[in-house]
């Protein structure tokens, strides 16, 4: 083979690669848009029972058609807390399942009926650019990635056969099994995806070429993508929290191991795929991606049972470093969901609820630095409504994010979120006015009675149970708690009316000071107007 002739054969191969990767990805980040809501109810069926975790890791990976992308949302989970370890364990071994489909896929191109498929590439096409429905376009888009897949594996196979007599004399030189295994490895961590390079062996396959002798070999190149395909995970978690890293570990161990496994068995029965594979199918490529499966699946059944030994040993490795109890860096925002917006917005809502926990802690503070006229406790306050202003500021840079790359459906809910954002430092600021009030109270060496302390305390009794039934409504996105949320807010206005008329009453009989009045007539509308944004919030669950 000639230079030239080389050249041409690299430009042909890589462009039919990059083909491939271009429609698996469409598919991926389409099909992943459209199945944000089956993927949020799948991971919600999530529970302590191994097979249904191994089912809802498979399902979302065959759903998506990535398990880079399903481990990489599995790790997002565990490093907010909404997965534990023994269950993204369970996840991570189905996804290894899931991920088989793309091969079964390519596996097809062995078939003459395919090259019709490459149609779709057209219509899918056509079909994103005249359509105006959101869906319709996302639809034309999975399409036109369904037709491009098999358009790069054509074009792979076809650069492979002109070349066939050349590259099959390189390929069957190279028969050391340690080599072949890493460079599955190598060339799965370059392009980060198990898929491609699976597909890339299939497309050989097609071709008419093989592998070293025609034996085991292409198989050993099959179990080192499997350890190439962690990279992906390991990437994504490297910079998150102790759980997340250990997520990381499991998948790369699973991997490992079960490679490892199957490379000795492969290395002790030299007929291997003589006696199994090729004697079951009769197509090369359907082999290829038939062992694929079998290897997965079968990894699974052996190490399912061991995935308590999996945690125990990724806790071992990498230890806690973060206080107990916390999400990683102490926030449930996570960059990996935001290409999914419902599982983002998921997100965001217990986002939204902890910096409200912190601005209801700022207010309870500054409400004991007036009730106990003590200024300690401004500084306190301070500190937690400028932690709250942090939370906020990251917030809203999430959501610019997400809003970005969101689709029309998805707008409300994220316009819904930028409005409770809004309410929350309202009663972030509320609790500010509650330390310049206590400061007043102390300077100015004003006293209110106990009576008025009371109905206070009553007041804000109501609020407190107004805000956990707002908390309530907002995480379980529970619309029938709106009737009881409105009429304690109905009663927080009547004890604002209530207060002040009674103060006005106090007043006209000389048994309050006219001092009071500023501190004390501001201060109950500040807490009807926190009753007010709290019922705000609770309103965005309709």
Not at 130 to 144: E, Q
Not at 288 to 307: D, E, G, K, R, Y
Request: include cysteine; aromatic fraction near 6%; charged fraction near 15%.
């Amino acid at each position: 083979m000639t230079i030239a002739q080389l050249s041409l054969f690299l430009v042909r191969l890589l462009a039919g690669t990059g083909v491939f990767l271009v429609g698996v990805h469409l598919l991926t980040a389409n099909i992943e848009q459209l199945a944000t809501g089956r993927i949020k109810e799948l991971f919600g069926r999530t529970a302590d029972r191994r097979l249904v975790n191994v089912g809802v890791g498979a399902a979302a990976t065959a759903l998506i058609q990535s398990s880079g992308v399903t481990t990489v949302l599995i790790v997002g989970f565990v490093n907010v807390g909404v997965v534990n370890l023994h269950q993204a364990a369970a996840m991570i071994m189905g996804a290894n399942i899931g991920t088989t489909v793309t091969a079964q896929i390519a596996a097809l191109s062995a078939f003459p009926v395919t090259t019709y498929v490459q149609i779709l590439t057209f219509v899918g096409i056509l079909m994103a650019m005249a359509c105006k429905r959101d869906g319709l376009k996302r639809t034309g888009m999975i399409l036109g990635g369904l037709g491009l897949i098999f358009v790069g594996l054509s074009l792979m196979s076809s650069a492979m056969e002109e070349s066939r007599d050349a590259v099959q004399f390189l390929f069957q030189s190279v028969t050391n099994p340690l080599l072949l295994l890493l460079v599955g490895v190598l060339l799965t961590a370059l392009v980060q995806s198990s898929s491609a390079t699976t597909s890339v062996i299939i497309a050989m396959s097609v071709a008419g070429l093989t592998i070293g002798s025609g034996g085991n070999e292409v198989l050993y190149i099959i179990l080192g993508t499997n350890i190439g395909s962690c990279v992906t995970a390991l990437m994504s978690s490297a910079t998150a929290g102790a759980n997340a890293r250990r997520a990381g570990l499991i998948h790369l161990l699973f991997n490992t191991l079960g490679s490892a496994l199957f490379f000795v068995l492969l290395l002790l029965w030299p007929g291997f795929m003589d006696v199994t594979f090729r004697r079951w199918f009769p197509a090369p490529a359907t082999q290829i991606a038939m062992f694929h499966t079998f290897f997965n699946v079968v990894c699974t059944l052996l190490f399912l049972p061991l995935s308590d030994w999996f945690v125990r040993v990724s806790q071992a490795l990498i230890r806690e470093k973060e206080a107990p109890g916390t999400a990683a860096g102490d926030t449930f925002l996570d960059e990996r969901m935001l290409s999914s917006a419902s599982l983002a917005i998921d997100l965001l809502d217990k986002e939204l609820v902890r910096l409200s926990d912190t601005a209801m802690d700022a207010f309870r503070t500054g409400y004991r630095a007036f009730a106990q006229k003590d200024v300690g406790l401004i500084d306190p306050t301070l500190r937690l409504i400028e932690e709250a202003n942090e939370v906020e500021q990251e917030m809203v840079s999430y959501l610019i994010r997400l809003s970005a790359q969101s689709k029309l459906a998805d707008e409300r809910p994220i316009s819904n979120l930028h409005s409770s954002l809004g309410d929350v430092m309202r009663i972030a600021e509320i609790a500010d006015n509650f330390t310049k009030y206590a400061r007043r109270t102390v300077e100015e060496g004003l006293d209110f009675s106990e009576t008025v302390m009371e109905e206070l305390g009553e007041m804000t009794g109501r609020l407190e149970e107004l805000y956990a039934l707002t908390r309530q409504a907002v995480l379980e996105k529970n619309p029938g708690l709106l009737p009881q949320i409105n009429r304690v807010e109905e009663d927080v206005d009547a004890m604002r009316r209530r207060l002040i008329d009674r103060h006005i009453q106090r007043l006209n009989a000389g048994a309050c000071r006219p001092e009071s009045s500023g501190v004390f007539i501001n201060l109950v509308s500040n807490l009807e107007r926190l009753g007010d944004h709290l019922t705000y919030i609770a309103c965005t669950v309709e």
